[in-house]
């Protein structure tokens, strides 16, 4: 059973950097493809970006490409999401999530497990 805890979001004037983390304090990570989604407020959840289980692969949705960088440290059970060039748009809850599988940009992956989400909030 995966537990997943994110930390790392808070308030950052446009233009700054964030890395968020999400770890399993059951250590099962390893086992599984991993995602980041957002949620701002109004809206619906989306995607933003996924990784393979070993990390030799990843996606992202387009509004994020080239600022954002999805990566996993398997031995420390963690996945990060370096968020860099931030903007207002941004703004919203984090959610890190295991995924049921990787489906390499063709479609939203199956989520397995949330986490309980991290603020991220971008002043303009």
């Known amino acids: 059973q995966v537990q997943l805890v994110e930390s790392g979001g808070g308030l950052v004037q446009a233009g700054g950097s964030l890395r968020l983390s999400c770890a399993d304090s059951?250590?099962?990570?390893?086992?599984?493809?991993m995602g980041w989604f957002r949620q701002a407020p109004g809206k619906e959840r989306e995607f933003v970006a996924a990784?393979?289980?070993?990390?030799?692969?990843?996606v992202y949705v387009d509004s994020v490409k080239g600022r954002f960088t999805i990566s996993r440290d398997n031995a420390r059970n963690t996945v990060y999401l370096q968020m860099n060039s931030l903007r207002p748009e941004d703004t919203a809850v984090y959610y890190c999530?295991?995924?049921?599988?990787?489906?390499?940009?063709?479609?939203?992956?199956?989520?397995?497990?949330w986490g309980q989400g991290t603020q991220v909030t971008v002043s303009s």
């Open positions: 059951n250590r099962a990570i390893y086992t599984r493809p």
């Open positions: 990784i393979t289980w070993i990390g030799d692969d990843s």
């Open positions: 999530a295991a995924l049921i599988s990787y489906t390499g940009g063709t479609t939203t992956p199956p989520v397995r497990s």
